[in-house]
């Protein structure tokens, strides 16, 4: 239960059926009998107890800080087309025609332990295609090849990746702290006591700014809860609970202010750094989330335009004729307007303005050509020559048996 004092500062939904669902929600306790000594473990923690010793057990039982199965991912040459069917019925005759739309088109691209992929690129352009078929989601067949340690989709390796879908999925009943303490106790490995499990889940809440929100309920349609930020990061830390070696994320920064987002993305780089690989879509990063990629793959139409850190992008694009108009110009927007065709008239740098062409939609779909074209001989036999190499390179990890 939690002490007297909590529970009357969480308790901000007012009405009779919020003291109803609390009601029934202290009614139930997770019982856990370990192969030791029989004892009851209950989700709600003491408070006083957990802050006396959260700093000395943030650096000696964290699982977050580093990865125990290194993962290097390698997706070569993915393209994925669905087939479109229209009925076309006359009078006379009835017939079914079946076109075909790429979502996909040859998307290369590495990306080793420590690193930090980011996709970018408009809505449509693949990315969320590309991320669930990394995750071994995908619906249907595609052509090419993702390996993870140069090795096959495996239920094994369905251990070791974390996804986090862009709509959250949450029990609105449970509080952040019953969300994720409940998800300790039954997704952490066994090797872990309950109390250690249970620690683990206030060290997840603490790093991902939630301490405010702990003791308040999810929400949904039926009743006011966390905000929308609130409930992403919740999302997030389930993932992160377990340790994953490979953490996929779909927009995790939608509808979250710039403060919020910058702590997200910082989390997201500090697991990147103990060893995990980490693929994320995001859609109009700031400046400043932009510079905390360590590489990135920009998407249009299902076609790459540019893979690579993020630091050579601006140089790369200027050396084949695309400059921004103005200086101190976000990146990340200047890629995801040539994603959509658009570009910058380098003659107007004192008007700072966006010069469309007569014909905008022909001029557009060249530009995406040309942007294409220049990634074909520029980007991808050098990116081709980098999978080979690295395939001929010892594994430093371990893998479990399934």
């Known amino acids: ?159 070791k990746i974390g996804f986090v879908t862009q709509d959250d999925v949450l029990y609105p009943h449970l509080t952040v702290l019953e969300t994720l303490t409940y998800a300790a106790l039954l997704r952490l490995p066994s090797k872990l006591t309950n109390q250690e499990k249970i620690e683990q889940a206030e060290l997840v809440i603490m790093e991902l700014g939630l301490t405010r929100c702990r003791n308040s309920m999810i929400g949904g349609q039926l009743f006011r809860g966390i905000s929308g930020g609130e409930r992403k990061r919740v999302s997030i830390g389930q993932e992160m609970l377990v340790n994953p070696s490979l953490l996929l994320l779909d927009e995790p920064t939608s509808g979250l202010d710039s403060t919020t987002a910058q702590r997200i993305m910082s989390t997201l780089r500090w697991l990147a750094r103990g060893g995990r690989t980490v693929v994320t879509t995001i859609h109009q990063p700031s400046s400043t989330l932009f510079r905390m990629f360590d590489k990135i793959i920009v998407l249009t139409e299902g076609c790459p335009i540019y893979y690579g850190k993020s630091s050579l992008v601006m140089e790369y694009f200027a050396s084949i004729g695309y400059a921004p108009g103005f200086n101190f110009m976000n990146p990340a927007d200047f890629l995801l307007d040539l994603a959509n065709g658009i570009t910058h008239d380098t003659r107007h740098d004192d008007q700072h303005e966006l010069i469309m062409k007569q014909d905008q939609s022909e001029n557009q779909n060249a530009t995406k050509q ?3 074209s220049s990634y074909r001989k520029n980007i991808y036999p050098l990116l081709k020559e980098e999978i080979n190499q690295s395939c001929n390179r010892p594994i430093r990890s371990s893998s479990t048996s399934t």
């Not at 004092?5 to 609390?22: A, F």
């Not at 009851?40 to 943030?58: A, E, I, M, T």
């Not at 290194?70 to 076109?99: A, C």
């Open 1 to 159: 239960m939690l002490p007297h004092d909590q529970e009357n500062s969480s308790n901000i939904h007012g009405g009779s059926s919020n003291v109803l669902v609390r009601a029934r929600i202290d009614s139930i306790s997770l019982q856990i009998e370990p192969n030791g000594p029989t004892c009851n473990v209950s989700p709600r923690v003491n408070d006083d107890r957990v802050s006396d010793h959260q700093q000395s057990h943030h650096a000696k039982l964290s699982i977050l800080r580093e990865s125990l199965h290194p993962v290097t991912l390698k997706f070569e040459d993915v393209s994925y087309t669905i087939k479109l069917e229209s009925n076309k019925r006359g009078y006379f005759s009835s017939h079914q025609q079946k076109q075909t739309r790429m979502i996909l088109q040859n998307v290369m691209g590495i990306v080793k332990p420590g690193e930090l992929l980011a996709m970018l690129g408009p809505s449509g352009s693949g990315k969320t295609t590309l991320l669930t078929s990394i995750a071994g989601r995908l619906h249907g067949k595609f052509s090419g090849t993702i390996t993870y340690n140069d090795q096959q989709f495996s239920s094994s390796m369905k251990r």
């Open 370 to 372: 040309s942007l294409i």
